[in-house]
């Protein structure tokens, strides 16, 4: 069973037959992170977990003001697609930067190895939603963090491993 199965977790009424394959995002229990020392917080809901999506990773991000959704980073096989829901934020692009509001929408090929990352400078909180190739469903990824000097290694069956770079 899925850990936000909504039948589980919110039983439908008689006058909602609605199949467990349409979630509210109101019915899912978001996750919050806060790795306060990078600056890298917000609150994720998965709603391609919840809708039962098998190769799709599907999230709503709440970045607060002054955070960072992730670390910079760039994915081998993960193509990734992201649409700005409310609020404001900026996405840094290698050693760009670019504004977003409500209704613009990026893409990042896989393999490209510019790296990306969200964060919020403003008042209010970012929505932004969140698609991508599920690593690990018999898609293999490796994640580069080039401010970590890490990089997490992610196989075709889902075994993950973060493995420090070698120095250049």
């Known amino acids: 069973m899925s850990k936000y199965d909504p039948?589980?977790?919110?039983?439908?009424?008689?006058?909602?037959?609605?199949p467990a394959c349409i979630a509210n995002l109101a019915e899912i229990e978001p996750e919050t992170y806060d790795r306060e020392k990078d600056g890298v917080a917000g609150k994720s809901?998965?709603?391609?977990?919840?809708?039962?999506?098998?190769?799709?990773?599907?999230?709503?991000?709440?970045i607060?003001?002054?955070?960072?959704?992730s670390h910079l980073h760039s994915h081998s096989h993960k193509e990734?697609?992201?649409?700005?829901?409310?609020?404001?934020?900026r996405v840094r692009l290698g050693n760009e930067e670019h504004e977003l509001r409500p209704g613009d929408s990026l893409a990042r090929p896989a393999g490209t190895g510019v790296p990306h990352q969200f964060h919020n400078p403003y008042d209010a909180p970012c929505r932004v939603m969140m698609?991508?190739?599920q690593a690990g469903k018999g898609v293999e990824d490796v994640v580069d963090w080039p401010e970590l000097n890490r990089e997490l290694v992610?196989?075709?069956?889902g075994a993950r491993k973060i493995v420090r770079k070698a120095n250049p």
């Open 64 to 69: 607060p003001p002054g955070k960072k959704s």
């Open 131 to 133: 698609l991508g190739v």
């Open 7 to 18: 039948k589980a977790q919110h039983p439908r009424s008689a006058a909602d037959p609605r």
């Open 154 to 157: 992610v196989d075709a069956e």
């Open 80 to 89: 990734e697609f992201f649409y700005v829901l409310e609020g404001r934020c």
């Open 45 to 62: 809901w998965d709603i391609g977990e919840a809708t039962g999506a098998k190769l799709l990773g599907i999230d709503v991000t709440e």
